[in-house]
């Protein structure tokens, strides 16, 4: 059984750094991709970074050349580095992983950005 736990979160200034780490446990076969959501109060899930299997990223236009998702094989673990935040970066970060059969979600992880 494949699961996700994050961690990093916090509450830090407007113009501060934080990094999330989304450690894996379980086998993962025929990896899709490993990506960051974030889920503001009464908004929906929205993609924040990806990385393929191949090691590809891609990223939403509000977080580029700001944020920078990597991933160390050795550790299972993907990270989220996060620069230059701003207060609209609020929200809950999920870490997810997609196989080929299934998708797989962590609990979640509060970042917040005070003006």
């Known amino acids: 059984q494949v699961q996700l736990v994050e961690s990093g979160g916090g509450l830090v200034q407007a113009g501060g750094s934080l990094r999330l780490s989304c450690a894996v446990s379980?086998?993962?076969?025929?990896?899709?991709?490993m990506s960051w959501y974030r889920q503001a109060p009464g908004k929906q899930r929205d993609l924040v970074a990806t990385m393929t299997g191949v090691g590809s990223t891609n990223y939403a236009d509000s977080v580029k050349g700001r944020f920078t998702i990597s991933r160390d094989n050795a550790k299972n673990t993907v990270y989220l580095q996060m620069n230059s935040l701003k207060p609209e970066d609020t929200a809950v970060y999920y870490c997810?992983?997609?196989?080929?059969?299934?998708?797989?979600w962590g609990q979640g992880t509060q970042v917040t950005v005070s003006p």
């Open positions: 997810n992983v997609r196989v080929v059969t299934s998708t797989y």
């Open positions: 379980g086998s993962i076969f025929r990896l899709v991709g």
